[in-house]
């Protein structure tokens, strides 16, 4: 699947941003720095569509980009950071809700979760509180290329438990340094997605 066009629409803050034209939504969620936007860029082959920053904390707003004029894929703040202020982490936590409850029966959730230190306890909670809004997140194991070869099934293992997933096979192990596992994904994504939403299947 090769993507055609791919163009940023709109940082949204308010629920009156946010698209209201029924296209399927994928959903970008995870820790700061865990690797979100570099996985946006990666999958739809644009070198800096979504910024990607070291410094942790740097998308604070919920983006939308437009891909084949069909589907969205939605880039939000990670969560987790703890050098903001606490006003600050309150409105994440608004502007993430707002957008989260719009998007039930649109959306399809990818949670990435940190390979090279097997995921946080924060993790468990977003993977937890997604489920209570009835997602059921895809579940990205991210940075796969800091995690040695010889480390790999029991960070895949470890990932899967602080989850409470029943099987590491559920599990996407991606880089996009490499760019591993990330056209799987992609591929997985769209089929689940524009089957069970029902709108056409891109002709790519
Ligand atoms: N080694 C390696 N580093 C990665 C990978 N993906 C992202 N990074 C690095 O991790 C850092 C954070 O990446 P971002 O894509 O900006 O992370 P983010 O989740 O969008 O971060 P926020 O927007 O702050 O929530 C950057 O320094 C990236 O270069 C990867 O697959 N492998
Ligand atoms: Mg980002």
């Known amino acids: ?26 959903v970008f969620a995870g ?7 570099s996985l946006i860029n990666r999958m739809l082959g644009r070198r800096d569509l979504a910024r990607t920053s070291s410094r942790p904390g740097r998308t604070r707003t919920v983006n939308f980009f437009l891909i084949d004029e069909s589907w969205y894929v939605v880039d939000l703040p990670g969560y987790g950071y ?8 309150e ?8 957008y989260l409850r719009s998007a039930a029966g649109l959306a399809r959730v990818v949670l990435l979760v940190d390979g090279k230190v097997a995921g946080a306890p924060l993790d ?8 209570s809004l009835e997602f059921d997140p895809v579940v990205a194991v991210t940075k796969m290329d800091r995690v040695k070869r010889g480390a790999r099934a029991r960070t895949l293992a470890e990932v899967a438990e602080l989850l409470g997933m029943p099987s ?3 599990l996407f192990p991606v880089s996009s340094r490499t760019g591993e ?3 799987r994904l992609l591929g ?13 299947m891109p002709r790519t």
């Open 181 to 183: 596992g990330v056209a």
């Open 82 to 89: 703890a050098r903001v202020s606490k006003r600050e982490r």
């Open 124 to 131: 468990s909670e977003a993977y937890a509180y997604l489920r």
């Open 31 to 37: 820790r700061s720095n865990v690797g979100k936007s």
């Open 91 to 98: 409105a994440w936590g608004r502007n993430v809700d707002m």
């Open 168 to 170: 590491v096979a559920a």
């Open 1 to 26: 699947m090769k993507v055609r066009s791919a163009r940023f629409v709109i940082s949204a803050v308010r629920s009156a941003d946010l698209p209201r034209d029924g296209r399927p939504q994928i």
């Open 188 to 200: 997985m994504l769209l089929n689940r997605e524009f089957s069970t939403a029902g709108a056409p």
